[in-house]
């Protein structure tokens, strides 16, 4: 089955502490994006990538960092510079050049610092 | 710059009874517009678009948005809803002209609508 998996699907994290989230799809989606959702703020893109090796901050992409190393793979690392990491994470793909498809979205991860 | 409004955080309808939910948008080009869905602690899950052509469109699970130009509208609706209904509903817009430049794809989300669907 294709599809994008996120894990894991819940994250402890201790404040000071750097946590990597993981997002692989095997959709040979060239786009993939990471989202954050808030209660009451919908989504808010965090980063994104059209394409191996290349990446785009998006709206709120100070404290995060990602990599983009394989087609299949978008990791997203949480610094200790993010203050307010505590959020319910999603990642996305898409096929680039065919943006009138829908996106595809992983199951989430959640993370809370304690 | 383009931007979704949902105007609504809430819905409630009784089951059996028709359902709306109101999404407007603003693109500077042609929109091409979705509808989510979300369940508790899960990802999206693609119910319809619009791209081009027919104003009514139709989905998953019996739903139906209407786009309207004039209005900046795509609302959700589904003519008699369903107590599995219930769930956050996010519209979503692209603009047309994204196809050809870098940020080909980058969506903007509304902040979504809790729908609840009584017995």
């Known amino acids: 089955d294709g599809g994008i998996t996120q894990s894991p699907k819940y994250l402890f994290r201790k404040e000071g502490q750097n946590v990597t989230l993981s997002c692989e799809q095997n959709?040979?989606?060239?786009?993939m994006y990471w989202y954050r959702q808030d209660p009451g703020q919908g989504l808010r893109l965090i980063y994104y990538?059209?394409?191996?090796?290349?990446?785009q901050k998006g709206d709120i992409a100070e404290g995060y960092s990602v990599s983009r190393e394989k087609k299949e793979s978008f990791p997203l690392t949480v610094t200790s510079a993010q203050k307010n990491p505590t959020a319910f994470y999603l990642c996305?793909?898409?096929?680039?050049?065919?943006?009138?498809?829908?996106?595809?979205f992983g199951q989430g991860t959640r993370l809370t610092v304690v | 710059a383009q931007s979704v409004a949902q105007p609504e955080d809430q819905v409630n309808v009784a089951e059996g009874n028709p359902l709306t939910v109101k999404c407007t948008y603003s693109?500077?080009?042609?929109?091409?517009l979705f509808w989510y869905v979300q369940y508790p602690n899960r990802g999206l899950q693609f119910l319809l678009k619009?791209?081009?052509?027919?104003?009514l469109v139709k989905g998953s699970y019996g739903f139906e948005a209407e786009f309207n130009k004039s209005q900046t509208s795509f609302h959700l609706k589904k003519p008699s809803a369903l107590v599995s209904d219930s769930a956050l509903y996010f519209c979503?817009?692209?603009?047309?002209?994204?196809?050809?430049?870098?940020?080909?794809?980058?969506?903007?989300f509304g902040d979504g609508t809790t729908l609840t669907v009584k017995p």
């Open positions: 996305a793909s898409l096929r680039t050049g065919w943006s009138h498809t829908e996106a595809f």
């Open positions: 959709l040979n989606h060239d786009a």
């Open positions: 990538s059209q394409i191996v090796n290349d990446f």
């Open positions: 693109v500077s080009g042609n929109p091409y």
């Open positions: 619009y791209i081009t052509g027919d104003n």
């Open positions: 979503a817009v692209r603009d047309y002209r994204e196809t050809y430049n870098t940020n080909a794809g980058k969506s903007t």
